[in-house]
């Protein structure tokens, strides 16, 4: 009995922050990144409230280092001056508006954390809130850290040391940024105390920034002193926060991914990348038949799976060729299997468009940040790509919150790059990645009944404006998906999106 107690105390442990507490059956959240707070808190109420999203990453809403000197790019918030919440996003209460108001339509707020390091030395040092720091001191007096807060003595992390130098990895500086030390307790204290006051006004979670570059015995110290999820915001009581922490690991590094997972969930990057290859046609559709552990992935649970983010949809971070908005048909296609798949706990990206891959966001001439508009057809302008608006995206979202909880059953696939696949008996995908037409008769697992697919079109009134699928009596149905067609997938659910 005591055994099986122990046990049981053991594994909610490794689980306890690794649920996003998405409300109801939402399954999916999306990174707006630097997204202004107001507009966040617009979009949850007339976009992803209704379309069932779970959730939002948003960019890091503690004060930065005002970067002029290169027209404020995107990169000034990796440059935390204090943990005031005062960015170009908005402010603290626009911030507490914003939770508020997407708790309220079941969309809950992800915080990208900031814990590793503050600034780099520059010769501007006044931050977004108004606070100053001197950096040849190493003090911050906004939060205040000094001298003795940080890792001495002071190196910069070099290519070489990810491979063979896990030391050098945690205890220098990342690209010149002064390396906080978590092993201290007044670090420890301040970082707490701030990711505390966001979960106060109703964060579901975090994204931790630079996680390989801290030591996994403090990152427990600190999660573990966070409270639990505020119950005024929705949330059930003993809930412990999402968190989600970054380590970039494609292999062959002295820091791996498996010292995080045993603390809580973390990113997969080579989710992206391996999926990336094959839907660029660097690998057969076929052999997704094993997608998950098999692929050298992490446990499912563990796993915070994209396609691209914010770094590597613009050459910054580790791995190449990684499908982005701009390849649009390939990539929407990376997105539709990622949503089908059980695999992970799925996070869309969704951009503003840039040729200068150091550029911030849309902004005017007083660099502040331009909000971006909605057109007639529910895409965005002002520079905003939105790829969250895409039909064929969020459409995605809605099939994997039907899909639920069942697993993948009735693989097929014709050997090269044709593939479909059930969830249950609640959706059916196919995609067809080669150079000729798919035309066969599948077994959807679906109810008799006809059916819209979300990929061409969407249900409109009783009628539908993409292809109509006709399923028998015994599940079966003419799937076709040509080759030179505006997309490679077709999707059917039993949900209200799909089925007439
Ligand atoms: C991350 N994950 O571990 C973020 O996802 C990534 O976007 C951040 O880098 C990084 N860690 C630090 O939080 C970005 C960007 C860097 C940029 C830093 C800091 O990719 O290029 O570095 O933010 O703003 C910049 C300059 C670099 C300079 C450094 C220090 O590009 O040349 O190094 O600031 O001032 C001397
Ligand atoms: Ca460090």
Known sequence: MLRFVVLLAGLALTLAFKNPHYSGDRTTMVHLFEWKWDDIADECERFLGPNGFGG??????????????????????????????????????????????????????????IINHMTGTWSENVGTAGSTATFGQWSYPAVPYGWNDFNWPNCVIQGSDYANNAERVRNCELSGLKDLNQGTEHVRTMIVNYMNHLIDLGVAGFRIDAAKHMWPGDLRIIYERLRNLNTNHGF?????????????????????????????????????????????????????????????????????????????????????????????????AAIAFMLAHPYGEPQLMSSYSFTDTEAGPPMNSNQDIISPSINSDGTCGNGWVCEHRWRQIFQMVQFRNVAGNTGLNDWWDNGSNQIAFCRGGQAFIAFNNDLWDL??????????????????????????????????????????????????????????????
């Open 56 to 113: 939002i990453q948003i960019s890091p809403p503690n004060e930065n280092l005002i970067i002029r000197a290169h027209n404020r790019p995107w990169w000034e918030r990796y440059q935390p001056m204090s943990y005031r919440l005062i960015t170009r996003s908005g402010n603290e209460q626009q911030f507490t508006n914003m939770v508020r108001r997407c708790n309220n339509v079941g969309v809950r707020i992800y915080v990208d954390a």
């Open 236 to 332: 059930p009581a003993g809930a412990r926060p999402y968190i989600y922490q970054e380590v970039i690991d494609l292999g062959g590094e002295a820091v791996t991914k498996h010292e995080y997972t045993p603390l809580a969930a973390v990113t997969e990057f080579k989710f992206g990348m391996e999926l990336s290859r094959a839907f660029q046609r660097g690998n057969q559709l076929r052999w997704l038949v094993n997608w998950g552990p098999q692929w050298g992935l992490m446990d499912s649970e563990d796993s915070l799976t994209f396609i691209d983010n914010h770094d590597n949809q613009r050459g910054h971070g580790a791995g190449g060729n990684i499908l982005t908005h701009r390849q649009p048909k390939e990539y929407k």
């Open 439 to 500: 035309s066969q008769t599948l077994q959807t697992c679906l109810p008799a009944g006809q059916y819209c697919d979300i990929i061409s079109g969407s249900r409109s009134g009783n009628g539908c404006t993409g292809k109509v699928v006709t399923v028998g009596n015994d599940g079966r149905a003419h799937i076709s998906v040509g080759a030179n067609e505006y997309d490679m997938m077709l999707a059917i659910h039993v949900g209200t999106q799909s089925r007439i």
